[in-house]
């Protein structure tokens, strides 16, 4: 899935060998400005079998080793989110850029910490949301313009986990153990802080409760964001699959989002109620690819995109720390939190 080949290209390795890493290497690859030049895991036997279909030769099973190679420009960590910021910091520390899956941290106090250490080296640290690198996501901004105010939003997404079966017969997936930093809120809940604080800022009040597994993870949560002139209320769930769109009310009308994670089939429903079809949907790869390429831009660009980057650290800080508060509310521990 290689690109055209632009003047430099810039050399990556991958932390964690499931899907989401396959999804972001071939839209880093397609994008034309990456070459995906080593893989690490735990085991060599893993790390040789993710690493065969791209033709990469170097795979590390040592952490220290893989970021002090020169081998690669920057990294991307798809660990489980309890390894996400000391993974990163050692990566960072050895000069090289980050871009890691959501949620970067349990705590806003480490995020800070290593924007901070970015910064200080030169270095782009750079949390792997999808919303906030989507061209849809000014395609959606100009949707609600046509709405007129918005007094309610609707932010879902339900999705059923493919492991919760395996959970259910009396196993303990990385997912739903709560050691690992897991659970709902972190896995699906954060695709929903996103837009709501990106959109309309923190709010005056929030209310959110949760319902918690036997393990201690959180299956399901509902957050009510309560705003002066509106309200947002956002649902997701690990155990449950839902079928309701995210949906924005407006004055003049609806703005319905199938996908909220993807921003997929977004449409407007007008009062008198004919549609307006906004954008359809693209492959996950592709999607993952608009990361990929920003992922870059500030890299090579840093001048010319520094607003742009800086507006993504400000907002991955933000979410951070109001997905603590949520747990607070919510009841929502992890060990880490002692």
Known sequence: ?????????????????GWIANSYVDGALDSGLWQLTAVYSRTKEKGLAFAAPYGVKTVFTDLEEMAATDKIDAVYIASPNKLHIEQARVFLEHGKHVICEK????????????????????????????????????LLEEALKKIGDISVAKI??????????????????????????????????????????????????????????????????IVAMQYPDKLVNLVFSKVGQAGANTDFQGTNGTVSVESISKLANISIRYNNGTVEEVCG????????????????RYITEPEASRAEYEQCSALAYDVSVYMEEIRKLANIRFPSDN
């Open 1 to 17: 899935m290689m690109g055209k080949e632009p003047e430099t290209m810039l050399r990556f390795g991958t932390i964690g060998t």
């Open 103 to 138: 949620p970067l941290s349990a705590h806003a106090k480490d995020v800070a910490e290593l924007q901070a250490l970015a910064k200080e080296r030169g270095l782009i640290y750079l949390e792997a949301i999808m919303f906030m690198h989507l061209p849809q996501r000014k």
């Open 156 to 221: 879902d997404f339900c999705q059923r986990s493919s492991k919760y079966d395996a959970y259910l017969a009396g196993s303990l997936p990385n997912i739903f153990n709560p050691a690992l930093e897991t659970g709902a809120l972190m896995d699906l809940g954060v695709y929903c802080v996103y837009p709501a604080l990106y959109l309309f800022g923190k709010p005056q009040n929030t209310l959110a409760v949760s319902h918690l597994l036997a393990s201690g993870a959180d299956g399901s949560d």
């Open 281 to 296: 949907k693209e492959e996950k790869f592709k999607l993952m690819g608009y990361e990929a390429k920003d992922f870059y």
